[in-house]
């Protein structure tokens, strides 16, 4: 089975940094490009940031560009965001994002997320 699991978040002061992780099985994660998105509450999701399944293009929201950084780990299956010069604005829960083939088809799986909150 496809799994996602989002690990990192927390409470942070304004100016301050996060590392966001995202642990993924049941899928050959080294050919999926994955994404980052965050929902806030009140407000739709959108996509923060893409990393294509080799790390070798990235592309980002025009929020959080300079400020964060979409990377992978493709020996650990693992993704990461981190997360620089924190502002209120970016306190949402944040997920992890898979598009997996099945047999014709293609899935989108999410993770449960997990909270940043950016407070003084």
């Known amino acids: 089975q496809v799994q996602l699991v989002e690990s990192g978040g927390g409470l942070v002061q304004p100016g301050g940094s996060l590392r966001l992780s995202c642990a993924a099985s049941?899928?050959?994660?080294?050919?999926?490009?994955m994404r980052w998105y965050r929902q806030a509450p009140g407000k739709e999701r959108e996509l923060v940031a893409l990393?294509?399944?080799?790390?070798?293009?990235?592309t980002y929201s025009d929020s959080v560009k300079g400020r964060f950084t979409i990377s992978r780990d493709n020996g650990k299956n693992t993704l990461y965001l981190q997360m620089n010069s924190l502002k209120p604005d970016d306190t949402a829960v944040y997920y992890c994002?898979?598009?997996?083939?099945?047999?014709?088809?293609?899935?989108?799986?999410w993770g449960q997320g997990t909270q940043v909150t950016v407070s003084s």
């Open positions: 994002k898979a598009v997996v083939p099945r047999g014709s088809y293609f899935y989108a799986y």
């Open positions: 049941g899928f050959t994660f080294s050919s999926t490009d």
């Open positions: 990393i294509t399944s080799t790390g070798g293009s990235t």
